[in-house]
């Protein structure tokens, strides 16, 4: 317990290093995510308020008890009203600027607190804070491998049903049934499994289409463990490939691999976008890569950085990112081949394990 309390101290002492350049004289969190990642806390609703001298964590009476177990570093409040509550917690303590998550506050519940908490004004910050996960420390990298290798073995246990006749969403209810019964304790999304002319759809739906001879099958799917989310993508050929998949297959993984290549602490992270979107463009398919090529993972699956062409992040060492490239072809079908990597100063090593050499099943 002791080694995990200094582990939140070490997150709320950083934050609070940054309070002069944000301007403020204490932070509201009321995204769950982060205030889990602050205090330990997993409780699916409550406040927390970071001030200079403590960290204060507000819940109702349904969590009160949970709150003082899961985060014995903070001072715990236990409110019948979410506002009083916040205002008993700033109380006399001559707080002046207060920044928020603008992006987790309603503007209903902004108007509340701004009128309960006056004269101290409310700053929100928005960019300030997206990053503030993204280092992860090595316990958080243990638990992220943990999650990938589940994922793993669930993957393996599946592609032996995998074959025509079979119906998409039978495939990712065993994944996910897998996942879970190997310890994940969720799925990190929805799975996707989408075969055919469904996999041109990068969000594509599992549903009752059933594969087919010669169908690609994309397969993006996640574990969860510790609360810490994995994220991978296997793309499939059923039975055979023709020339023009394996033409495409093999664009993907040289985008895929030459991303990867580029990855170290200290890449811009839209120099990674531009990395693998140089080797699909040049062979003509730049309009069937719809998306960016990355994202940061952990207790959310989607966080920062993001590795785009709109991105001014920076890659540092010990954050954990996807590498996704993909094209999609419309009435087609798609390809997508993704890997979780973490970012070292060197390079990265990469945290999904199943092979990315075009695999016929």
């Given at each position: 317990m002791?080694?995990?309390?200094?582990?939140?101290?070490?997150?709320?002492?950083?934050?609070?290093?940054?309070?002069?350049?944000?301007?403020v004289d204490a932070i509201l969190f009321f995204e769950m995510k982060n205030i889990c990642y602050l205090t330990g806390f997993t409780g699916s609703d409550g406040v927390f308020l970071l001030l200079p001298d403590k960290g204060v964590l507000l819940v109702d009476g349904r969590y009160i008890t949970q709150a003082?177990?899961?985060?014995?570093?903070?001072?715990?409040?236990?409110?019948?009203?979410?506002?009083?509550?916040v205002a008993s917690a700033f109380g006399e303590?001559?707080?002046?600027?207060?920044?928020?998550?603008?992006?987790?506050?309603?503007?209903?519940?902004?108007?509340?607190?701004?009128?309960?908490?006056?004269?101290?004004?409310?700053?929100?910050?928005?960019?300030?804070?997206?990053?503030?996960?993204?280092?992860?420390?090595?316990?958080?990298?243990?638990?992220?491998?943990?999650?990938?290798?589940?994922?793993?073995?669930?993957l393996l246990q599946v592609i032996e049903l995998m074959r025509p006749?079979?119906?998409?969403?039978?495939?990712?209810?065993?994944?996910?049934?897998?996942?879970?019964?190997?310890?994940?304790?969720?799925?990190?999304?929805?799975?996707?499994?989408?075969?055919?002319?469904?996999?041109?759809?990068?969000?594509?739906?599992?549903?009752?289409?059933?594969?087919?001879?010669?169908?690609?099958?994309v397969m993006d799917f996640g574990a969860v463990h510790g609360g810490y989310h994995s994220d991978e993508t296997c793309t499939f050929v059923l039975g055979r490939a023709d020339a023009k998949f394996r033409e495409v297959y093999a664009i993907v993984k040289d985008?895929?691999?030459?991303?990867?290549?580029?990855?170290?602490?200290?890449?811009?992270?839209?120099?990674?976008?531009?990395?693998?979107?140089q080797v699909i463009e040049k062979k003509g398919y730049g309009p069937h890569f719809s998306h960016g090529t990355g994202h940061g993972v952990g207790l959310d699956v989607h966080e920062a950085p993001r590795l785009s062409a709109l991105s001014d992040q920076t890659l540092e060492a010990g954050m954990v990112v996807t590498v996704e490239p993909g094209i999609y072809l419309p009435g087609q079908w798609g390809v997508r081949i993704e890997d979780m990597v973490l970012v070292r100063e060197d390079g990265c090593e990469v945290l999904t394990k199943i092979s990315k050499e075009l695999k016929i099943i």
């Open positions: 002791a080694g995990e309390a200094a582990v939140y101290r070490r997150r709320l002492a950083r934050l609070l290093e940054r309070f002069p350049h944000l301007g003082r177990e899961e985060a014995p570093q903070s001072y715990t409040i236990q409110y019948r009203d979410k506002i009083g509550g303590g001559g707080v002046k600027r207060a920044g928020f998550e603008a992006a987790s506050l309603s503007v209903e519940l902004h108007e509340k607190l701004r009128g309960k908490l006056a004269p101290c004004m409310l700053i929100p910050l928005t960019e300030e804070l997206t990053g503030i996960r993204s280092l992860k420390d090595s316990q958080e990298v243990l638990l992220m491998r943990k999650a990938a290798d589940i994922a793993t073995e669930a006749g079979v119906e998409e969403r039978t495939i990712a209810l065993e994944i996910d049934y897998r996942m879970r019964a190997l310890g994940s304790e969720g799925t990190s999304f929805p799975t996707i499994v989408a075969s055919g002319p469904n996999a041109a759809l990068p969000h594509a739906r599992p549903g009752s289409r059933k594969l087919e001879d010669g169908d690609p099958v985008a895929h691999d030459r991303a990867i290549d580029a990855v170290r602490a200290g890449a811009a992270c839209r120099e990674i976008d531009r990395v693998a979107r």
